[in-house]
């Protein structure tokens, strides 16, 4: 949270009562240091039914959150090579396929609907651009 204020910090924020680029990631930014906050509390303030809790950070259902970080790290970086509509293509079945998803025509259909919903509220409802490939700039 606090590292999502410090790099959001020269973004604007109100501008005539309209929330500016800032508005979002403050309020995300403040969540996440409320249940840090509220985490801490946790630990601190009940001890002992926390003392015998064990975490296998090796279990199947953690590796699979590592690995979905990791192809989130990667569509992060497809956005700026390929652009929104390329790479959420490639983004959205390839979780779906980490979340147990077997059945192509339905990572597929959702795929190309989850993509096209986006595309059409922001760049045609909300006439905002989405991320377009570097090559094609």
């Known amino acids: 949270g606090v590292l999502i204020m410090y790099f ?21 930014a403040w969540l996440l240091i409320l249940l840090g906050a509220l985490q801490l509390l946790e630990v601190v303030l009940f001890k002992d039914s926390n003392a ?39 983004f959205v079945p390839s979780m779906m396929a980490l979340m147990g998803e077997r059945k192509v025509w339905v990572a597929a259909t959702v795929s190309v609907a989850v993509v096209g919903t986006i595309y059409v509220f922001f760049a045609l409802v909300f006439n905002t651009t989405l991320p377009s490939s570097v090559f094609f700039e």
């Open 52 to 90: 015998e809790k064990k975490v296998d950070l090796s279990s199947k259902p953690v590796r699979m959150a590592y690995l979905s970080a990791v192809v989130s790290g990667i569509y992060g970086g497809l956005l700026l090579a390929v652009g929104f509509v390329v790479a959420s293509l490639v």
């Open 8 to 28: 959001g910090r020269d973004l604007s924020g109100f501008a005539d009562g309209v929330p500016g680029e800032n508005y979002w990631p403050s309020i995300i």
